[in-house]
């Protein structure tokens, strides 16, 4: 069964460093999603994107944060200049098309640690 | 904010019984979906209810939606210890281009064996 895949899944970094999280949607799906959840809290909604632009970006999403599809595979999520309140699970997710009895299929994160 | 909240916040229960989360939202939604996450891992997709139905099974879950209430709960009947786990409904928005995802703050289920 197709699957999103995360890399890594743990991730250290010092505070000020910018860190790059991958994903790998499923195939032939259209939409993609980061999310995060930050340790014993909901998970939030960071930014969606399709037809290689964002469309749409909660208030988390700052001018820090950057996403990008390189290469028609990847989804990457950038932190310019990670603080300490960045440490959370970021999840990818990704759907295959707009109808909404669609399910978002998610990946199984990358824990990300500012130090 | 259309985010889904559940309650109880946290559920104890004995290996065997039947376990109930509830969930309410705020605003109109295309379709509610429920996901579990053990302590640490990924997010498991359970189930999804369209806005237009009523109630939904899948093996030992049962799921009902109240859209007039906007409600929704979970029902694991005969639970087992390796249920253990957060539970989290998700909503996503009518009349929204992306669909994504507005999660609730989770209901921590444990199951003692």
């Known amino acids: 069964e197709p699957e999103v895949t995360q890399t890594p899944s743990h991730q250290v970094t010092q505070m000020g460093q910018e860190v790059i999280l991958r994903c790998v949607p499923i195939?032939?799906?259209?939409?993609f999603y980061w999310y995060r959840q930050i340790l014993g809290q909901k998970v939030e909604f960071l930014v969606s994107?399709?037809?290689?632009?964002?469309?749409?970006k909660s208030e988390i999403f700052d001018d820090q944060f950057s996403v990008e599809r390189p290469d028609g595979s990847n989804f990457t999520l950038k932190i310019r200049s990670t603080k300490l309140e960045d440490s959370a699970m970021y999840f990818c997710?990704?759907?295959?098309?707009?109808?909404?009895?669609?399910?978002?299929?998610f990946g199984p994160g990358t824990r990300l640690t500012v130090l | 904010s259309q985010q889904g909240e559940e309650d109880p916040q946290a559920l104890s229960i004995q290996e065997g019984e039947n376990a109930t989360m509830n969930c309410s939202y705020k605003t109109s939604i295309n379709n509610l979906q429920w996901y579990r996450q053990n302590s640490g891992r990924g997010l498991v997709h359970l189930i999804l209810i369209r806005s237009n139905e009523r109630e939904k099974h899948s093996g030992r879950l049962r799921v009902t939606l109240d859209t007039s209430k906007k409600s929704s709960s979970l029902l694991i009947t005969a639970s087992r210890a390796a249920d253990t786990a957060s539970y989290f409904c998700a909503t996503d928005a009518r009349f929204a281009n992306n669909n994504d995802m507005r999660f609730g703050a989770g209901t921590r289920l444990t199951v003692k064996p």
């Open positions: 997710a990704s759907k295959a098309d707009h109808q909404d009895y669609n399910e978002q299929f």
């Open positions: 994107f399709y037809n290689n632009e964002i469309s749409e």
């Open positions: 195939s032939n799906h259209l939409y």
